[in-house]
């Protein structure tokens, strides 16, 4: 069975960027869809991104053009990186697969159970 777990996260200032990796374990990452999600502190949990099996992705708007997600399907991981970081990007990143529509698009509806999230603060 897929496992993931997300890492990376860590204290940055506004403006600045990140890596975060997801890293799948049990079986191969090929021909799964993955996204990222977040929860902020004292909210839920929402989509932030996603990419099918065929490198095809979505965003957030919250996130266009900051965020870039993207797949090493050699390494098993999946990447999201975040530029121009601001506070309101601070939460507890998670990643797992997601349901798929129309021609195998990514959703962002998580299909799996939660693996580890990685914090990501953004602060001056």
């Known amino acids: 069975q897929l496992q993931l777990a997300a890492s990376g996260g860590g204290l940055v200032q506004p403006g600045g960027s990140l890596r975060l990796h997801c890293v799948a374990s049990g079986t191969a990452l090929d021909y799964h869809a993955i996204g990222w999600f977040r929860q902020p502190p004292g909210k839920g949990r929402e989509g932030v991104s996603c990419?099918?099996?065929?490198?095809?992705?979505n965003y957030a708007d919250s996130v266009k053009g900051r965020y870039t997600i993207s797949r090493d399907d050699a390494k098993n991981t999946v990447y999201l990186q975040m530029n121009n970081l601001k506070p309101e990007d601070t939460a507890v990143y998670f990643c797992s697969t997601v349901l798929t529509g129309v021609q195998a698009m990514c959703s962002m509806i998580h299909s799996n159970s939660w693996g580890p999230g990685t914090q990501v603060t953004v602060s001056s």
């Open positions: 990419i099918a099996h065929d490198g095809r992705t």
